[in-house]
């Protein structure tokens, strides 16, 4: 799958803004995470389109996995 990264805590495309280009659909990456049990978010390092969500996102797995290891 070009242009994807996955990760244990969520997937995201990187091609939000290069529509014509795009190797996986938005309904096949999402089917995919919500399969995985991810969070799915599509992302513009161009436009800088949900960046901050997807980071916040992440960054909030983390933390709530601490706090329910506690």
């Not at 290069?18 to 990456?29: F, L, N, P, Q, W």
């Not at 999402?30 to 997807?54: L, N, P, Q, W």
Request: charged content about 35%.
């Amino acid at each position: 799958m070009g242009h994807c990264r996955a990760r244990e805590q969520g997937f995201f495309t990187y091609t939000a803004d290069m529509k014509k280009k795009r190797e996986v659909s938005y309904e096949e990456g999402k089917g995919y995470a919500e399969k995985k049990g991810m969070i799915f978010i599509e992302t513009s390092a161009k436009t800088g389109r949900h960046v901050d969500e997807a980071f916040y996102s992440v960054a909030k797995q983390i933390i709530d996995k601490i706090n329910d290891d506690k």
